[in-house]
């Protein structure tokens, strides 16, 4: 009930194309999904998050898609840049307390 | 500019010893966390504490114990450190009054025992 799956384990894209990883939860009480970039020697950063009430946050080149019934979202990166080069983990919380996180996804992007 | 720092970037401790990881916030949040990052497994809670003197067990708190005595800092103590035990390991910060929950993490310690 506390795991949140995480797929693909990595993935390359060339520069300008789409990059999307998906995740799924089991616990229905997750009140809060964020997305995480980190890059090497560095910790994670909050990159965009959203709550279960909204099907689709976008901000620049990322999105978040929701899907509540199915129990999954995912992030997609527009026009995806070398720069995106990261590790992208997906996580889920309630109450802001106890954090789940996906396995991550090391995202290459070819230029 | 908001800030979590820890004690050290790299540690190399022998099996046995006892290991502190020490965590400092300066944006006043009461919330604090401490996790393990392994690849393949993701960031994993250990513990984390929403309060001076007050802690949770997170998802893998065998072989740790922590302590909060001040607001703006949190200890990772390591009773007997094992091989097992390393790892990078992350401390974070937040707090509940916001209604994102953001985190806000250190730059982490990799741990490596002997």
């Known amino acids: 009930q506390q795991q949140v799956k995480q797929s693909p384990q990595s993935l390359i894209v060339q520069k300008g194309g789409i990059s999307i990883i998906n995740c799924a939860y089991e616990n229905t009480a997750f009140d809060y999904f964020p997305w995480y970039q980190q890059f090497p020697g560095k910790g994670p950063a909050l990159l965009i998050a959203?709550?279960?009430?909204?099907s689709e946050k976008k901000e620049g080149r990322f999105t978040i898609s929701f899907n509540k019934s199915a129990k999954q979202f995912s992030l997609h990166i527009m026009a995806s840049q070398t720069g995106d080069s990261a590790t992208y983990f997906c996580?889920?919380?309630?109450?802001?307390?106890?954090?789940?996180f996906g396995p991550g996804t090391r995202l290459s992007v070819l230029p | 500019d908001v800030k979590v720092t820890q004690s050290s970037r790299y540690l190399v401790k022998r099996t046995g010893e006892k290991v502190f990881l020490e965590c400092v916030q300066d944006?006043?949040?009461?919330?604090m966390f401490w996790y393990r990052q392994d690849p393949g497994l993701g960031l994993r809670l250990i513990y984390f504490?929403?309060?001076?003197?007050?802690?949770e067990k997170g998802d893998i708190p065998e072989g740790y114990s922590v302590s909060r005595e001040k607001k703006e800092r949190f200890s990772l103590i390591l009773e007997s450190a094992s091989t097992n035990q390393t790892s990078m390991y992350l401390c974070?910060?937040?707090?509940?009054?916001?209604?994102?929950?953001?985190?806000?993490f250190g730059p982490g310690t990799r741990l490596t025992v002997t």
């Open positions: 974070a910060s937040s707090s509940p009054g916001r209604v994102d929950h953001e985190q806000y």
């Open positions: 996580a889920a919380t309630y109450y802001g307390q106890n954090f789940v």
């Open positions: 944006m006043d949040h009461e919330n």
């Open positions: 959203i709550r279960p009430d909204v």
């Open positions: 504490s929403y309060d001076v003197k007050m802690k």
